[in-house]
């Protein structure tokens, strides 16, 4: 057959030619070693953590190297596309500070774009006309019932499934029968004409799992669909060469792809970058039956997990920084021990390797990211905390984000609160959502706070509403020193003010100082133990301190 003669039939209307494409999309021109590396989603469904992971790496290794971090879209697939797909991904990694140096939007587009894949259309037709000149791609008419009599005939011979071989029968074409099936207007694809041969092998050397020996691809894959849009294997090929593309990070379901994208790269003339298979991130999952508990590691998966999608975390309150440092944790095995080393150090001064990657799949703990979380926000200002606080609750917590927005200087006081006992740093808070969970008592609007009280059986209610009621006739709240005043009051009906003292001589008092306290401290927080309670009520105001008095007493004496 004269291939040529039937790539212009096919794509008459393409005239460019790969050697065209070659100097509209030279070679970058960067540092010896930099890496161009890329995040290429589909904007058909949320962000997966697994995405995001994937995408910190890609751009940590672009970035240490001195190279580039492009964002693709692969939106060949426009049935299942969101409306707003693409700005969800790109607003969902803005929120964790992965930033791309190129890709579809304002400031992004280079001359190696479009960037979206619906827009290169005849790029991947003017790859797929030289193919077919050189012999390796043909139209093929094989309706879907044909395909299903291939299928039953390799069952009942039971060989391999596919369309390869001698049940590849679009192959058997000639010229004229293609010529009159396209004039009769029976659709079509292009499907590559694979010179793959059974029994043969090629290895690879991954840079995370080492040596892998793979058959090598005898499937003749679909190139083009019969819309005339490329299918992923092809196009992500054509894509990751003229975008010049190095180092490629995708997730293990991607190596047994390998040989197919090998030999696509192979038979377009196209130098193969390097690919990086990282482990998938899993999860622990405890089922019950009768014969006992059972354990199984599993992938996170978007239809079971809440915490599958990179929205949870931001619905959650975790700042990004401790996401990303939580990941990273995962991503290389020493970095905790670097992080110990170099406490004043980020992320961005780390050096990632591929070599350190783990090849099975990592446990996701939300314990011991909630850890690394309150250890990121112990290390951040009050200042910062506010601006954090207040980008997060103003999608996430409106009475939240009233407080902190109309009174930001009793905002602050509440971050030191929680933030600091005395000079020490605390680490009780890992998310934002915390803050109601935590100190409702702070944060909750008086007509929605249900304060559960923390009060010991010791303390009768005839013992509460003396100390309740003294409490209200001075609160003390313009005092300069208020625990001393306290005791003072403590000390009027009955309660030792020296805690020692007490000890001493428990019969002598109805109870010390401390009991006081943790009665009032109950009435306004719920709780026996919280943050400094002069702090508290001054943040809170008297009236609302007032309130709050009165409410437990008709509770004790309900």
């Not at 020996?213 to 003229?242: C, Q, R, W």
Request: with cysteine.
């Amino acid at each position: 057959m004269d291939y040529n003669k039937l790539a212009d039939l096919i794509f008459a209307d393409i005239t460019d030619t790969v050697d065209d494409l070659e100097k509209r999309f030279p070679e970058r021109d960067l540092p010896e070693g930099a890496r161009v590396t890329r995040f290429a989603p589909s904007p058909t469904g949320y962000m997966h953590i697994g995405g995001l992971y994937a995408a910190m790496i890609s751009r940590k290794l672009a970035k240490q190297s001195g190279g580039v971090f492009y964002l693709r879209i692969e939106d060949t697939d426009r049935k299942r596309e969101l409306e707003d797909g693409v700005n969800e991904i790109i607003n969902s990694l803005k929120k964790f500070d992965l930033g791309f140096d190129e890709g579809p939007f304002e400031g992004g587009e280079t001359i190696y774009g479009p960037y979206k894949q619906s827009e290169r259309k005849e790029i991947y037709q003017t790859c797929v006309k030289k193919l077919m000149q050189e012999g390796y791609a043909y139209p093929d008419f094989t309706t879907a019932e044909e395909l299903d009599e291939i299928r039953a005939k390799q069952e009942a011979a039971k060989v391999d499934i596919g369309y390869y071989g001698e049940y590849a029968v679009g192959r058997n074409l000639t010229y004229e029968q293609i010529e009159e099936k396209l004039a009769a207007g029976e659709p079509y694809v292009v499907r590559l004409k694979s010179p793959g041969e059974a029994g043969k092998t090629v290895i690879y050397s991954d840079p995370i799992r080492g040596k892998i020996e793979m058959p090598e691809n005898i499937m003749d894959v679909v190139l083009l669909k019969s819309d005339g849009i490329p299918t992923y294997h092809f196009a992500h090929a054509v894509d990751d060469h003229f975008m010049r593309t190095n180092l490629v990070i995708r997730g293990d379901e991607w190596l047994a792809s390998y040989p197919l994208h090998k030999q696509l790269f192979d038979l377009c003339g196209f130098a193969l970058p390097k690919y990086a298979h990282i482990a998938p991130i899993m999860k622990l999952e405890v089922t019950v039956d009768e014969e006992g508990e059972h354990q199984r590691k599993r992938k996170l998966s978007k239809r079971k997990d809440p915490e599958a999608a990179v929205g949870f975390y931001a619905e959650q309150g975790f700042p990004s920084v401790s996401v990303l440092e939580y990941l990273m944790t995962i991503a290389n095995s020493n970095y905790e021990e670097w992080h110990a080393a170099h406490a004043d150090k980020t992320i961005d001064d780390f050096t990632l390797s591929l070599k350190k990657m783990p090849v099975s799949g990592a446990l996701f703990d939300m314990v011991k990211l909630n850890d690394v979380s309150k250890e990121m926000i112990s290390k951040l200002t009050a200042e910062e905390c506010y601006d954090l606080i207040m980008e997060w609750a103003k999608e996430h917590d409106e009475n939240i984000y009233t407080f902190g927005t109309q009174d930001k200087d009793g905002f602050m006081k509440t971050i030191n609160l929680w933030k600091m006992s005395g000079k020490k740093v605390r680490k009780d808070v890992g998310k934002w959502s915390d803050l109601r969970a935590m100190f409702g008592y702070l944060y909750t609007p008086e007509d929605e706070l249900d304060l559960q009280y923390e009060i010991d059986e010791k303390y009768t209610p005839e013992m509460i509403t003396e100390v309740i009621e003294e409490y209200k006739k001075d609160l003390f709240l313009d005092s300069e020193d208020w625990f001393s005043s306290m005791k003072v009051m403590g000390e009027k009906i009955g309660y030792c003010p020296n805690v020692k003292e007490y000890k001493q001589n428990p019969d002598g008092y109805k109870g010390s100082i401390t009991d006081v306290c943790t009665i009032v401290r109950v009435a306004i927080t719920g709780k026996q133990n919280s943050p400094d309670l002069f702090t508290i009520m001054n943040v809170i105001g008297k009236d609302k301190t007032m309130g709050r008095l009165d409410k437990f007493l008709a509770w004790v004496n309900r």
